[in-house]
């Protein structure tokens, strides 16, 4: 079946610290692939998209490569803040059969002053 | 627009009650799905719906669980009676059909059972 599966936080960075977020996937087919944000007190929230390989998803400084010989799609940002602080999740759509998305287990970020 | 709205947001309950969660999703959004995350762990699909119709119940844990999509507007979901294992957040979200993959979700129904 398919599956995600990312880093385990919590992760702790400084204020303008480079991030990246390690993610890798199990799917048959081409999956479309997906990293959601869920800020503390809030529902889940799609933060980028990526519907084939080779395809970079970016919004709000993140971005995230879909590479399809690694089976990957890492979160990476140039430079965190403190608002960036959230549970990361990464996800995939499967291109066949039901339309359901598989979620990893989060990933914590926190950021520091 | 308003988003997708759960209710209760918190509840606590001894197990072999039973307990009734709400989403109401998105007008306009025919796909509605359930999911549950338990302390630590992934987010789990539990069912789909399109309208009124359930396309994959795949995820449901057993038959203490039943969900149900009233003409195709908002949901339920009922556990009963419930276990301690039942314990987690239960997520609605909702997406417009052909963008299966772009959810929107709700803020959650944290479900605790004593």
């Known amino acids: 079946g398919n599956s995600v599966t990312q880093m385990e936080g919590p992760v702790t960075l400084s204020e303008e610290a480079f991030l990246t977020i390690n993610c890798t996937y199990t799917?048959?087919?081409?999956?479309?692939l997906f990293w959601y944000v869920q800020y503390p007190g809030e529902g889940l929230q799609l933060l980028l998209k990526?519907?084939?390989?080779?395809d970079k998803g970016s919004n709000k400084g993140f971005e995230a490569t879909y590479r399809k010989e690694t089976t990957s799609f890492h979160l990476e940002k140039g430079s965190v803040q403190v608002s960036d602080s959230a549970v990361y999740f990464c996800a995939l759509l499967d291109s066949g059969g039901y339309q359901k998305v598989t979620f990893g287990i989060g990933t914590k970020l926190q950021v520091i002053p | 627009e308003a988003g997708v709205t759960q209710f209760p947001s918190h509840s606590v309950i001894e197990k072999g009650q039973t307990v009734t969660l709400r989403c109401d999703p998105i007008?306009?959004?025919?796909?509605l799905y359930w999911y549950r995350r338990v302390m630590g762990k992934e987010i789990k699909f539990l069912l789909h719906f399109v309208k009124e119709s359930k396309q994959d119940e795949s995820g449901m844990p057993n038959n203490r669980f039943l969900a149900e999509r009233t003409g195709g507007t908002y949901s339920t979901l009922k556990v009963q009676p419930a276990e301690l294992e039942d314990s987690g957040v239960y997520f609605c979200?909702?997406?417009?059909?052909?963008?299966?993959?772009?959810?929107?979700f709700g803020e959650g129904s944290r479900l605790t059972v004593l």
């Open positions: 990526a519907t084939k390989a080779d």
């Open positions: 799917a048959t087919g081409y999956p479309s």
């Open positions: 007008s306009g959004h025919d796909n």
């Open positions: 979200a909702s997406s417009i059909q052909g963008r299966s993959g772009e959810l929107f």
